[in-house]
């Protein structure tokens, strides 16, 4: 699957799509690819302060448990509730109805410090 | 890292490969959870190549044997196979294993971890004469086919009867044409068979069997997905409900613990053990919500800690359940014991069920 060039992302394999003030956070196609069958996804709480790259949830797929990192600081916004009861839509639309969480961001300028969709195709080659 | 002879059709067919038992093997090729499904539904083609296989001759094979396992050698009948377990002097488990009676020797087969480990606790106590040795890990192959269709799969392509070979039994025949032990042996919970083969036979057969067959809905089956059959199945797996310290009592394995024997190595502790009827045993555990339970995790009850997770996984033939087993105080471990399983700092709800999670219907 071809990175989508509107997005933005971490080295972390999250990524960001800005909207002004805003973001919404999800996974990448190759990060679902590496994890498996995605069965649950604990997000942020609502309201919460999270600092950019920090850890802030855990998506455990049928063999392993990963740690989420936030690629952007913010407040929580919105999370994706659907994921409590269909986390698999993070396999099969990890950019679009497997989004995470949206974020009401600190300092948007932190944006500059992560890949543009080729220089992110990059790290994950090979 | 060593590889199996199956290497080359695993990378062709995409898979997922990670280090096991010394060997570099497919998690997955797909999806656990596919692989899983087609397994139970219609039939998954696995390669267990990495098990170690040792070769067993001589006239004392089977009293000897006798006496370092917790289960019966010597009553075996011609071509069958049984369960068996090694132990330490403490009773803990050294392994978990499989003997073959085939015509003109025995086979045992191993867990790939424990395989260099088995090979010396074999030859450390080979008597002087009547029992001879061949270390066939890495030399020889196993594939297995797993599932209510593997049968008719199967048939086919083999010069036997299949029907008529029962469970736990096995014939030598012709897969394609290759000479072939031919087992009705598994580890998934599902009617199966179990081929021993040569490396050089086994790429062919293994091609043959994944084209001739997918349309009917065969698939390539990793560990990942033998792992969750497995433990829906309650069996136990080496490194998890079995270890040097677990002994085969604890496992829930006592059938195969024959304290008739006249002696074998651990089994005065095991007896103890069974006697005293106050260890720390393997039960079956229904999680409360959706996170899944893993190995470590602590386990409470009426604020004590208790034990702790051995295995967990969901488990989609249980409906879709967060299953696991763990090691717990014996009071802790009946049935429908309300237990709390401590994940990243939470306590979270869970019930002692009976095991095993899964039984396929007859």
């Not at chain 1, 069958?37 to 309201?47: N, S």
């Not at chain 2, 260099?116 to 020889?140: F, I, T, Y």
């Amino acid at each position: 699957m071809a990175q989508p060039e509107d997005l933005l992302y971490s080295r972390e394999h999250e990524w960001v799509k800005l909207d002004g003030e805003s973001a919404t956070i999800g996974i990448t196609d190759y990060a679902q690819e590496q994890l498996g069958d995605i069965v649950y996804v604990e997000l942020p709480k609502i309201g919460t302060e999270i600092e950019q790259f920090f850890n802030v949830g855990v998506i455990e797929s049928v063999k392993a448990v990963s740690d989420l990192f936030t690629p952007m600081s913010g407040k929580v916004v919105e999370i994706n509730e659907t994921l409590e009861g269909d986390p698999a839509a993070v396999n099969r639309e990890p950019y679009g109805a497997g989004w995470l969480f949206k974020l009401k961001l600190t300092d948007p300028d932190e944006a500059k410090s992560l890949l543009n969709a080729a220089a992110y195709e990059k790290t994950t080659a090979g | 890292m060593k590889r199996t002879a199956l290497h080359g059709e695993h990378v062709k067919l995409g898979a997922k490969l990670v280090p096991f038992g010394g060997f570099e093997m497919p998690v997955q090729y797909s999806s656990i959870l596919k692989e899983h499904n087609a397994v139970r539904h219609r039939a998954g083609l696995f390669d267990l190549s990495h098990m170690g296989q040792f070769w067993l001759t001589g006239d004392m094979v089977a009293d000897w044997a006798d006496t370092l396992t917790t289960n019966a050698v010597a009553t075996m009948k011609p071509m069958q196979a049984r369960y068996n377990l090694f132990c330490n002097p403490a009773g803990g488990t050294h392994d978990d294993t499989i003997f073959y009676r085939l015509e003109n020797r025995w086979l045992l087969v191993v867990n790939a971890s424990n395989a260099d480990k088995m090979w010396e606790h074999l030859n450390a106590n080979r008597p002087a004469s009547g029992v001879e040795l061949e270390n066939q890990h890495g030399k020889s192959a196993l594939i297995a086919i797993q599932g209510p269709r593997s049968l008719a799969m199967l048939q086919p392509h083999v010069d036997v009867d299949l029907e008529a070979l029962k469970y736990y039994f096995c014939i030598e025949g012709r897969v394609d044409g290759v000479p072939a032990t031919i087992a009705r042996t598994g580890y998934t919970g599902e009617d199966g068979f179990e081929l021993f083969l040569s490396n050089d036979a086994a790429p062919k057969i293994w091609s043959t069997l994944l084209e001739s067959h997918r349309g009917e809905g065969l698939e390539a089956c990793g560990l990942g997905a033998r792992d969750v059959l497995r433990l829906e199945a309650g069996m136990p797996l080496y490194g998890h409900e079995l270890t040097e310290e677990i002994t085969p009592v604890q496992a829930g394995l006592k059938w195969a613990v024959k304290t008739t024997k006249p002696e074998f190595l651990g089994k005065e502790a095991l007896e103890g053990q069974i006697h005293g009827d106050d260890y720390s045993r393997i039960a079956g555990v229904v999680m409360g919500g959706r996170i899944p339970a893993r190995e470590g995790y602590p386990v409470w009850h009426g604020g004590r800690l208790v034990g702790s997770i051995r295995s967990g996984s969901i488990a989609p033939s249980v409906d879709n359940k967060n299953v696991a087993t763990a090691l717990l105080e014996k009071a802790a471990a009946t049935e429908a014991t309300r237990l709390e399983i401590e994940i990243r700092g939470t306590k979270h709800e869970a019930t002692v069920v009976p095991l095993p999670f899964y039984k396929r219907a007859k």
